[in-house]
T-cell receptor, first 115, second 115 residues
Framework: KAGVTQTPRYLIKTRGQQVTLSCSPI?????VSWYQQTPGQGLQFLFE???????NKGNFPGRFSGRQFSNSRSEMNVSTLELGDSALYLC??????????????FGPGTRLTVL | AQSVTQLDSQVPVFEEAPVELRCNYS??????LFWYVQYPNQGLQLLLK??????LVKGINGFEAEFNKSQTSFHLRKPSVHISDTAEYFC?????????????FGEGTQLTVNP
């Protein structure tokens, strides 16, 4: 079974631009979560989607948004990029939400650099 | 709200020596506890998790962890490390079934195994 895939793996943007990152969960998994990883702030939860609905949201500004499609694939978008948005963005999938016992499987991440 | 503290940011050890990576958490409710490993330029891989039951949890690659409720700790141990164990290790908690996928991570511990 294929793992979580994220595209693109690397991305370079300039301040003020917007960016869209994509995540395909493990086949059969219906919940997708996004995390931001930076040297200064560590790993922080962005949001979780299930059945095309946002179930949970972290403490990030409205410039960060996401969506989920009917096939469970998810995208996250960051508008008006700032230098501080440079980070590794990780996507994780699990079979169903609302069960803390369920293992989350992480993708390799998208490395975003904002110049 | 929960929080996680990893007590050592860097742990250097020699090959075949034992190692312990320390993790303390804070939460007002019951938690699920996890250890993840991240190799360079990769996503997170689950090493082990504590959900309930036996406080000694065995994971992959010879790692184990012990849940201590009174000390609110979940330390990771391995009796004999290999060069290939060099990586960053993250302790994480999720509060309950209702928190869904939201993991709160510690700052990470860089384990470096020297020959």
């Amino acid at each position: 079974k294929a793992g979580v895939t994220q595209t693109p793996r690397y991305l370079i943007k300039t301040r003020g631009q917007q960016v869209t990152l994509s995540c395909s969960p493990i086949s059969g998994h219906r919940s997708v979560s996004w995390y931001q990883q930076t040297p200064g702030q560590g790993l922080q939860f962005l949001f979780e989607y299930f059945s095309e609905t946002q179930r949970n949201k972290g403490n990030f500004p409205g410039r960060f948004s996401g969506r989920q499609f009917s096939n469970s694939r998810s995208e996250m978008n960051v508008s008006t990029l700032e230098l501080g948005d440079s980070a590794l963005y990780l996507c994780a999938s699990r079979s169903v939400p609302g069960k803390g016992t369920d293992t989350q499987y992480f993708g390799p991440g998208t490395r975003l650099t904002v110049l | 709200a929960q929080s996680v503290t990893q007590l050592d940011s860097q742990v250097p050890v020699f090959e075949e020596a034992p190692v312990e990576l320390r993790c303390n958490y804070s939460s007002s409710v019951s938690v699920y506890l996890f250890w993840y490993v991240q190799y360079p330029n990769q996503g997170l891989q689950l090493l082990l998790k504590y959900l309930s039951g036996s406080t000694l949890v065995k994971g992959i690659n010879g790692f184990e962890a012990e849940f201590n409720k009174s000390q609110t700790s979940f330390h990771l141990r391995k009796p004999s490390v290999h060069i290939s164990d060099t990586a960053e290790y993250f302790c994480a908690v999720s509060e309950s079934e209702t928190s869904g996928s939201r993991l709160t991570f510690g700052e990470g511990t860089q384990l470096t195994v020297n020959p």
